[in-house]
């Protein structure tokens, strides 16, 4: 039986319209305007990801320098102006890059597992940019953004970095993550790198936060009503919603321009994907050039 697969982007749309979350998450009703466009590749996060390999952390970096511009594209100049920078500050080494974990939800009222209506298993599901070790040994998490500077108040409150850290445990259990290395990029060349260590408590209420809210997403029961925010004017359901708002029906609407979600397609090749290691192993052949040791 499929489970029922909880994101946090899934989870971040719950908690900001129930409205717009009921029509487009994938656990609900899983719609999008006809005419979205197909998902493009991010290059400059791809080329971190060939960065950071840990398959080729050890190689001289003058042999995979090319491999990361390469995968880099047009994005090559910022993210070589990124290495150079994060060349003094990589103290660490990475274990894993672009990786998925997936997490049965604990049940908050109980001892078990969190069950759906119909008896699925919830899981929590997610990726991380990396996980690193530093030299005594330490997990973190390292965590790319891409856009202007975070608040240190919004990163100290950064609920999916700590509840990935609580997926990533649960995933791995022999695994605890100590904190996390926030990896921020501006879109004018500016890096800065933030740690911020998660304790015990703050990694095990994440998990449980996590519970209830997840819970709440499922019940029968659950009351669905629309939080306007300044997130509206960027929001895919603005029509219906208005429609909705109007006293209509907008299910018209949403036939006539709405579709359903096409399903999350594997990528092969990708960095991290289950299609091939990310231990020390072979990296994908377009990233692979003759100059490999
Ligand atoms: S337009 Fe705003 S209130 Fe309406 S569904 Fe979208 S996010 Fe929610």
Redesign the pocket.
């Known amino acids: 039986m499929a489970v029922v697969a909880i994101t946090a982007d899934e989870r971040a749309a719950f908690k ?5 979350w009921d ?1 487009g998450a994938r656990t609900r009703r899983a719609l999008e305007p006809v005419d979205t466009p197909a998902p493009i590749d991010d290059p400059a996060r791809e080329a971190l990801a060939v960065h950071y390999f840990p398959g080729m952390w050890a190689w001289d970096r003058a042999i995979v320098r090319p491999l990361v511009l390469k995968a880099a594209g047009a994005a090559a100049p910022f993210v070589e102006r990124y290495v150079d920078w994060a060349a003094a500050l990589d103290d660490f080494e990475p274990l894993r890059v672009e990786f998925d974990f997936d997490a049965r939800v604990p049940d908050p009222g109980g001892d078990g597992d969190l069950a759906a209506p119909d008896g699925r298993a919830v899981h929590y599901q997610g990726r991380v940019n990396a996980l690193v070790v530093d030299g005594d040994g330490a997990h973190w998490l390292l965590a790319h953004r891409f856009g202007p500077w975070t608040d240190a108040d919004v990163l100290r409150l950064d609920e999916a970095a700590a509840t990935a850290a609580w997926a990533w445990e649960q995933t791995f259990l022999d695994a605890t993550v100590h904190g996390v290395l926030y990896n921020e990029l501006t879109p004018e060349g500016r890096f800065r790198r933030t740690r911020l260590r998660l304790s015990r408590g703050a990694v095990a209420q994440a998990g449980l936060q996590l519970a209830r809210e997840v819970a709440e997403m499922l019940a029968p029961e659950l009351a669905l009503y ?4 300044p ?3 960027t ?4 029509a ?3 429609t ?2 109007d006293g209509e029906d907008p299910e018209p609407l949403l036939a006539l321009d709405f579709r359903p979600r096409p399903p999350e397609v594997l990528q092969e090749g990708r960095l991290g994907g289950a299609t091939w290691g990310v231990g020390r192993g072979a990296m994908p052949a377009r990233f692979a050039g003759d100059d490999r040791p």
């Open positions: 900001r319209c129930r409205r717009a029509l629309p939080t306007p925010g997130y509206c004017p929001c895919p359901f603005v219906p919603c208005m909705a708002q």
